[in-house]
C-alpha cells in the first residue's frame, strides 16, 4: 500500500513539473508574443490550425519530422519550375530552425512554441531563408487539398445508376418492334421532364437520370468523373451532391419559363453546374492553389505536396476551351434539341452555389459580402422560379 502510494506521489510530482515547465515555456513564449501584432498572431494561429489538419493527429502538436518532410516536399516541386524564384532548402538548417522552438524537446510544436518561432530570429538562418520558410508553410496551410478517405460517393454512384438505366433502357428497347430511333421517348419516360409535367415535381430532378444517346452519355461520364470526383474529394459528397442538384434543378425550372417546348433528358444541366462551381473555387481559391496537398489513407503517412501554379492556369485554360467552344456551338444552331437554356441556367446556378458552399481556404472581405449577395439573390430566384412553374404564369 505505501508503494504505491509513493508511485501515485512521484507521477504527480513528475505531471506537476512537466505542467510547470509548460508553463514556464508558454510565459517565455508569451514574452516573446508581445513583439507580434494581433494580425500577425491570428495569421499563425491559422497556419497551425491549417497544418495540424494536414499533419492529421488529435494531438494538438506537429510533429517536427513531418513538417520538414511537407515543406522539402513542396520546395522540390517548386523548383521544377524555373520561373518561380524558389530558394534551396536544405534539410539540417530547417531541422535545426524548428528544433530550437521545441522548448520541451518532444519532436513536436505546440501553438506556443510556434508563435516562438516567427517572433524570434534565429542566429544561424538568414532572415530571407527564414521568410521563405514561413513563405512556404503559409503556402501549404492554406493549399487544396485532396483526401482519398472518406472516398467519393455521390458522384460515383450517380454515374453507376445512369449506365444501368441507361444500360436496361436499350436493352427493352431493342425488343420493340417497330422502334423509331429518333423518337425521344426511353421506356424511363416518367423520368423525363416535360413541359406539361409540373405537377410531377419528381421530373425536375430525375431527367438527370435519363440519357438516349450513347455519345451524351459519355460526355457527362467524362465531366463527372473527372471533375465531379476530383472536386468531391476536395469539397466533401455533401457539397457536390448540392451543387450538382441545384444545377439540375435550375436547368428544368429555367426550361419551364423559358424553353417549355424541349424536353428535358441527361445530367448535362448537373454538369454544367460542377463546371460553374468549379469556376468559382478557381476564382476564391487562386491565391491559395499555390500548392495541392495530396492527404494519404493511413493517418502516419507524410502527404505529397505540388506546386499548383501550373496545374490552376491549365484547369482554367481547359474551362475556357470547353465553354468558348459550347458557345461557338449554340451560336451556330447545332443540336436544335437541345436546351442552351438548362446548360446555362446550370452552369450560372453551380457557379452562386459553389461559390457560398464551397471550401474558402482563405476567407476576405469582398468573399464574405459576396457570398452574403449570391445567398440572396438565389433565395429570391428559386422563390420565383418555383412559384413560376407551379401557377405558370
Not at 508569451?30 to 491559422?46: C, N, P, R, T, Y
Not at 451532391?241 to 417549355?260: D, E, M, N, Q, T
Amino acid at each position: 500500500m505505501l508503494k504505491i502510494m509513493q508511485e501515485n506521489v512521484g507521477l504527480v510530482e513528475h505531471i506537476e513539473e512537466e505542467t510547470r515547465g509548460y508553463d514556464e515555456g508558454c510565459k517565455m513564449v508569451s514574452d516573446v508574443i508581445l513583439d507580434m501584432s494581433e494580425a500577425e498572431k491570428v495569421l499563425w494561429k491559422e497556419v497551425f490550425e491549417k497544418l495540424l489538419v494536414i499533419d492529421n493527429n488529435d494531438s494538438g502538436n506537429i510533429d517536427i519530422e513531418k513538417l520538414i518532410q511537407v515543406v522539402i516536399s513542396l520546395n522540390e516541386s517548386t523548383l521544377s519550375y524555373w520561373w518561380t524564384g524558389g530558394i534551396q532548402l536544405d534539410r539540417d538548417q530547417l531541422k535545426k530552425l524548428l528544433s530550437q522552438a521545441d522548448f520541451n524537446d518532444d519532436g513536436q510544436i505546440s501553438i506556443c512554441e510556434f508563435y516562438k518561432l516567427w517572433a524570434k530570429d534565429c542566429s544561424d538562418i538568414s532572415r530571407e531563408m527564414k521568410d521563405y520558410i514561413a513563405k512556404s508553410l503559409k503556402t501549404v496551410a492554406f493549399a487544396k487539398n485532396i483526401k482519398k478517405c472518406p472516398p467519393p460517393l455521390f458522384i460515383p454512384l450517380l454515374s453507376i445508376l445512369q449506365i444501368i438505366l441507361f444500360t436496361n433502357n436499350n436493352y427493352e428497347v431493342s425488343d420493340m418492334e417497330h422502334h423509331d430511333p429518333h423518337d425521344p421517348n426511353t421506356t424511363y419516360s416518367h423520368l423525363i421532364f416535360e413541359g406539361n409535367s409540373r405537377y410531377e415535381v419528381w421530373r425536375y430532378l430525375t431527367y438527370s437520370l435519363v440519357h438516349k444517346q450513347i455519345g451524351h452519355l459519355l460526355m457527362v461520364l467524362l465531366v463527372q468523373l473527372v471533375l465531379g470526383i476530383l472536386m468531391e474529394m476536395v469539397h466533401g459528397s455533401i457539397r457536390i451532391g448540392l451543387i450538382y442538384l441545384s444545377g439540375v434543378l435550375a436547368g428544368s425550372l429555367a426550361s419551364f419559363i423559358l424553353h417549355p417546348q424541349i424536353n428535358l433528358l441527361g445530367g448535362s444541366g448537373g454538369c454544367y453546374g460542377l463546371i460553374g462551381a468549379h469556376c468559382a473555387t478557381l476564382l476564391i481559391n487562386w491565391h491559395e492553389d499555390h500548392a495541392i496537398v495530396f492527404s494519404r489513407v493511413r493517418s502516419h503517412k507524410t502527404p505529397t505536396i505540388w506546386h499548383g501554379k501550373l496545374i490552376r492556369s491549365l484547369k482554367l485554360l481547359g474551362l475556357l476551351v470547353f465553354i468558348v467552344g459550347d458557345v461557338i456551338v449554340a451560336m451556330n444552331g447545332y443540336g436544335s434539341d437541345i436546351s442552351y437554356v438548362a446548360h446555362i441556367c446550370g452552369f450560372i446556378s453551380g457557379f452562386v452555389v459553389g461559390f457560398i458552399i464551397t471550401r474558402d481556404r482563405f476567407q476576405e472581405n469582398w468573399e464574405k459580402i459576396l457570398k452574403i449577395i449570391f445567398a440572396v439573390i438565389s433565395v429570391i430566384l428559386l422563390f420565383v422560379g418555383v412559384l413560376w412553374n407551379i401557377f405558370g404564369f
